[in-house]
């Protein structure tokens, strides 16, 4: 029912920033929290960012604390991951995805509505 469509991926450098965008079909997108998982090669996908429904409450991965921030445009049906200070480490395809309910959420089997992936690759 639901689609999301990711862009904004790319190469940056170390310590660059870098913008992502998620476009969601359909007509209640502000019903529902949304979030950012990624996957690196031979990993796990893992989560990074939660909003919900109305943006009024967020949640991050520790490991990106401090230096991603999620946010959404519910008029545009577009939520954003804007990444700052990145290393080699956050190199993966990042996921945008949709919850069940309207509040966030770390966990994937909560979600039930994902893009295709867009590739983030840091290098040194």
């Known amino acids: 029912q639901v689609q999301l469509v990711e862009s904004g991926g790319g190469l940056v450098q170390a310590g660059g920033s870098l913008m992502l965008s998620c476009a969601a079909s359909?007509?209640?997108?502000?019903?529902?929290?949304m979030g950012w998982f990624r996957q690196a090669p031979d990993k796990e996908r893992e989560f990074v960012a939660t909003i919900s429904a109305t943006g009024g409450y967020t949640d991050y991965a520790e490991s990106i604390k401090g230096r991603f921030l999620i946010s959404r445009d519910n008029a545009k049906n577009t939520v954003y991951l804007q990444m700052s200070s990145l290393k080699p480490e956050d190199t993966a395809v990042y996921y945008c995805?949709?919850?069940?309910?309207?509040?966030?959420?770390?966990?994937?089997?909560?979600?039930?509505?994902w893009g295709q992936g867009t590739q983030v690759t840091v290098s040194s």
């Open positions: 995805a949709k919850a069940k309910a309207s509040y966030i959420t770390t966990t994937s089997w909560t979600y039930d509505a």
């Open positions: 359909g007509r209640t997108f502000n019903r529902y929290a």
